[in-house]
């Protein structure tokens, strides 16, 4: 910080109220220092000690190289401290005011820049942060522009195409909700799961994830029996790890790659669990209302419902569906939470009304996941409350569970 032209003898306050003014934006040691040049213009000091014990080492001005004389505290507080060396003379009443005055500006001076520093430094965490996901959702998303641009070219087997797009999907719904847990921004990191994995798996992903790295070298592949090679780990972490590695390594023919993993310690692989398909003891027809603004959202899950063998109708606002129930009955009315106008906790409660309470099933199929996201929903009226994205034999089979209780779940 350069020395304030206006600090010159005899005018004292007109140099604090420039002083304050610059140290608005100075580093807390530039502070510091511009303090103790403006106490050292005060009459009667030959020399100023600044000592601001939790930031700064301590700043001295007017000492010469043999001693200056005692020093004596000037003024203070609990962010610095000052000492000075007096010329003789005693300080003016006026000019101690000054300097109380000049400390106190300068201490607030000091937690200003602490907390622009303390700031700057949850703004770099955000950034680093916000590179790191858009770097995952990236990887992620790239193969699913790949695979879709082989699918309209008609190149490949379709069928390979959507497992990859289905692999990825789920990748970007694991990543969604490492964003909502906000814990892991303070800690400036994603969570790492541990937790069984089919090395199979990890490595396909791995190698669709590796593609645009290595581009058109020779032939990449691998040969691992899925459900025979278990290990506990992260399936995404070590997919991306995989891909890096072999993205680096594909150079010359013969490489080997070696990872150590912890096994995964049963004698049996996971078990999967496959939910129950609709049975004959449940009728093809069964009539469900899907309400969500989301167009697409609304109108994709209603045709996978009527694919199931649902009679299903998708409706995009809440006075929609409220005027569609009044005219024909439903058994499920599977509901979003965020609509417009009509939030998805007052158009359950409305339903329950318009049906009589107990006739209706009503689930939520939100993206707000909270504890008290799913307690709102509970006391609104819906039997279940699930996070999108959800697997389609998950709500099938809450559909058929909740219908085969009845009303209020009785069985």
């Not at 819906?382 to 085969?404: C, E, M, N, W, Y």
Request: include cysteine.
């Amino acid at each position: 910080m350069a020395r304030d032209p206006t600090a010159r003898p005899g005018n004292p306050l007109a140099a604090l109220s420039e002083r304050a003014g610059l140290w608005r934006s100075a580093s807390r040691r530039d502070i510091a220092a511009s303090l103790a040049e403006l106490l050292a213009g005060l009459p009667g000091v030959r020399a100023v000690r600044v000592t601001a014990p939790d930031a700064i080492d301590p700043i001295d001005v007017g000492f010469p190289p043999d001693a200056s004389g005692p020093m004596v505290p000037l003024a203070g507080n609990e962010i610095l401290e000052v000492s000075v060396a007096r010329t003789g003379r005693r300080l003016a009443a006026g000019d101690e005011a000054i300097a109380q005055l000049a400390v106190e500006q300068a201490a607030l001076a000091l937690e200003a820049a602490r907390l622009r520093g303390k700031l700057e430094g949850v703004g770099r965490t955000r950034d680093e942060f916000v590179a790191a996901f858009g770097h995952e959702l990236r990887d992620r998303l790239a193969p699913i522009f790949t695979s879709l641009t082989l699918l309209k070219m008609g190149e490949g087997k379709p069928e390979a195409h959507r497992q990859v797009i289905e692999r990825q999907v789920a990748h970007l719904a694991h990543l969604v909700n490492d964003l909502i847990d906000v814990t892991h921004v303070a800690r400036g990191e994603l969570r790492v799961k541990r937790e069984p994995v089919d090395l199979a798996v990890v490595v396909q992903s791995a190698i669709e994830l590796a593609r645009p790295l290595i581009g058109e070298k020779a032939g990449l592949a691998a040969r691992v029996p899925r459900g025979m090679l278990w290990a506990i780990g992260d399936r995404q972490r070590l997919a991306q790890a995989l891909a890096i590695l072999l993205g680096g390594s594909i150079t010359a023919e013969g490489n080997d790659l070696v990872l150590s993993l912890p096994a995964h310690a049963g004698r049996e692989r996971p078990r999967t669990v496959v939910p129950p398909a609709l049975t004959s003891g449940h009728p093809a027809g069964l009539r469900v209302l899907v309400v969500d603004d989301n167009v697409d959202a609304a109108d994709t899950l209603a045709t996978a419902l009527r694919a199931s063998g649902l009679e299903a109708h998708a409706v995009y606002g809440a006075v929609e569906a409220l005027e569609l129930v009044e005219a024909r009955p439903f058994e499920v009315a599977v509901l979003d939470i965020g609509l417009p106008l009509m939030d998805g906790y007052e158009l359950a409660r409305r339903l329950r009304r318009v049906t009589h309470g107990d006739d209706l099933c009503l689930i939520a199929l939100t993206g707000y996941g909270e504890a008290a996201d799913a307690a709102r929903s509970q006391a609104a009226g819906f039997r279940r409350h699930f996070v999108k994205p959800i697997q389609l034999g998950t709500l099938l089979a809450a559909i058929v569970q909740d219908v085969s209780r009845g009303p209020r779940g009785q069985a």
